[in-house]
């Protein structure tokens, strides 16, 4: 039995009728000369690459390998890159610069990035140094990073002096085009945002095999996206990198990555850290097709036990200090 009075049949039936209520944005639309498909971006109307880059591990590797996975990646279709101002200190913003400009791949790429700060100033910064680090003049969708602290819709909303009231003034400036948040720790809090009166154009939530049984996004959240067509970006489809699924349970991570695909998502944000790693998901991406209801099930029998307490998804647990490190260091010293 799954948790939250689903069974794991009523699990899939909601599945796929997700897969039916947003086809638009599970249909993919190849191109005429092989590159890897897109799918719709919720009610923006724009399509988007249905994988992309990681951020965090683009600042992570050596440079020169990152930006040459990149010019590889965008020649394949890979056209989705992610990032966050606080990623390696600030690196991963510098390198994806570096990599579309010396590759002049502005045109071509679609870039996403993340604001750490919950006030009005201090988004505002993180907003400049982003476009100065990846060196552009607008950024095409901005998130509010790891919304998963007690108070943080009230400090983002904040009239005065909320994050939010920055990325309106910015989108008035044409520094970014679509705003939305993110966030990996608890259902409840993604719902509460999105209760808010505001027009979200996309929002970033952890996606796996594992999440289907414990505190899941999938069945809270992903249906309410649909609905409203708000799009979903799926991450940590291998668990993140340090507790990845197939060390836990005997699912391949290319089989893990379908899974991922299969749900009805815009896209899935990958972490790459080798050009290997990189190909095979381009390789999954370029001729996908959706996982079978059958083999739907078959993948959440086989990860049922090793999911059921949460402990294979860290940064579902407050205690674990897992998201963003520079939200995290001013609530510590708030509270002395």
């Known amino acids: 039995m799954m948790k939250n009075d689903f069974t794991r049949r009523q699990f899939i039936e909601t599945l796929m009728g997700g897969l039916m209520l947003w086809p638009a944005a599970c249909q993919f639309q190849p191109s005429n000369n092989g590159l890897i498909p897109t799918r719709l971006m919720g009610k923006t109307g724009k399509r988007i690459s249905m994988i992309g880059f990681g951020g965090w591990d683009l600042g992570f590797i050596d440079e020169n390998l990152a930006i040459n996975m990149i010019h590889s990646g965008v020649d394949q279709g890979v056209t989705f890159i992610d990032n966050a101002w606080e990623y390696n200190g600030g690196r991963s913003e510098e390198v994806v610069g570096k990599a579309i400009t010396s590759g002049k791949l502005r045109d071509k790429v679609f870039l996403m990035s993340k604001v750490c700060a919950r006030d009005y100033e201090g988004a505002k910064q993180h907003l400049e140094d982003g476009l100065n680090r990846m060196q552009t003049d607008h950024i095409d969708l901005v998130m509010l990073h790891s919304i998963q602290y007690d108070g943080d819709r009230e400090r983002v909303f904040d009239p005065d002096n909320g994050a939010v009231k920055a990325l309106l003034e910015a989108r008035k400036e044409g520094k970014l085009k679509y705003i939305g948040f993110s966030g990996h720790r608890d259902p409840q809090i993604h719902l509460d945002m999105l209760a808010m009166p505001f027009e979200w154009d996309a929002v970033l939530l952890p996606l796996n095999i594992m999440d289907a049984h414990y505190n899941s996004f999938q069945k809270r959240v992903l249906p309410e996206l649909l609905s409203r067509q708000i799009a979903p970006l799926g991450m940590k489809s291998l668990v993140g990198n340090f507790n990845r699924i197939s060390q836990r349970v005997n699912i391949s991570a290319e089989l893990c990555r379908r899974y991922a695909m299969s749900l009805p ?58 998201g963003c490190s520079h939200h995290s260091r001013i609530l510590q010293a708030e509270q002395g």
């Open 265 to 322: 998502v815009s896209t899935l944000v990958c972490g790459w850290q080798n050009m290997d790693e990189m190909q095979l998901c381009i390789d999954i991406a370029r001729d996908f097709e959706p996982l079978t209801e059958s083999k739907i099930e078959e993948l959440l029998v086989t990860s049922e036990n090793s999911a059921a307490d949460g402990t294979a998804e860290l940064y579902k647990d407050s205690r674990s200090g897992y």
